[in-house]
């Protein structure tokens, strides 16, 4: 059974600060995905990292992959108020079957 | 482009009722998604349509939870009977292949 782990669950931080967060999940997968979700929202995609050594960004989020250590991470740097949300990763199952497991989230709130 | 259609936005039923959902997903896409994210976790695949056939619904209740997409586009999501756990936000998505899955805004479900 495919398994994925964020951590931290809970990241209270203020504007300015840069952070990581920390995706391992527990088989082989070459897609992994980053989202998005407002409180009330849908899922909005970030980022899609394909390949082994995958490196995206986007204003103050850069995703990176390592699928040999089954470990992705979602850097933000000069944290604003604005990118309080809830992140989730997710890895298909493949082989076609590509439905996405989730992680639980990470809820991010960004104090002033 | 239009997004994933979504409706009803919000449904409050009373346990033992049935309820359906409906999915309209992004123009050209094949692949279509049914995910159930219950509050405060990530969402989880319930079933995946490419096309009109199922690739997996390994994860769905089935003595309850049907669901069909008879002409390779819209998808209707079935309840029957609801139970007090069924409450959940009930997410479709869609996808073009092997690429990116787009969700769409969420069928609030409500089981008193």
């Known amino acids: 059974e495919l398994k994925v782990e964020q951590n931290p669950l809970f990241l209270s931080m203020q504007e300015g600060k840069n952070y990581t967060i920390y995706c391992n999940y527990s088989?082989?997968?070459?897609?992994l995905y980053w989202y998005r979700q407002d409180p009330g929202k849908s899922l909005e995609s970030l980022f899609v990292?394909?390949?082994?050594?995958a490196v995206k960004q986007e204003g103050r989020l850069m995703a990176s992959l390592d699928t040999k250590a089954r470990l992705s991470t979602l850097h933000i740097t000069a944290a604003v108020h604005d990118l309080s949300a809830t992140y989730f990763c997710a890895v298909d199952g493949g082989g076609g079957a590509d439905g996405l497991t989730f992680g639980k989230g990470t809820h991010l709130i960004i104090q002033p | 482009e239009a997004g994933v259609a979504q409706s009803p936005r919000y449904k409050i039923i009373e346990k033992r009722q049935s309820v359906a959902f409906w999915c309209n997903p992004i123009s050209g896409h094949a692949t279509l998604y049914w995910y159930q994210q219950i509050l405060g976790q990530g969402p989880k695949l319930l079933i995946q349509f490419q096309n009109n056939g199922v690739v997996d619904d390994s994860q769905l209740p089935k003595d309850r939870f049907s669901a069909e997409r008879l002409k390779g586009v819209d998808s209707t999501l079935k309840i029957q009977p609801a139970k007090l756990e069924d409450s959940a936000v009930y997410l479709c998505?869609?996808?073009?292949?092997?690429?990116?899955?787009?969700f769409g805004p969420g069928t609030r479900l409500t089981v008193l």
């Open positions: 990292l394909l390949s082994n050594g």
């Open positions: 088989t082989t997968s070459d897609r």
């Open positions: 998505a869609s996808s073009h292949g092997l690429n990116e899955q787009f």
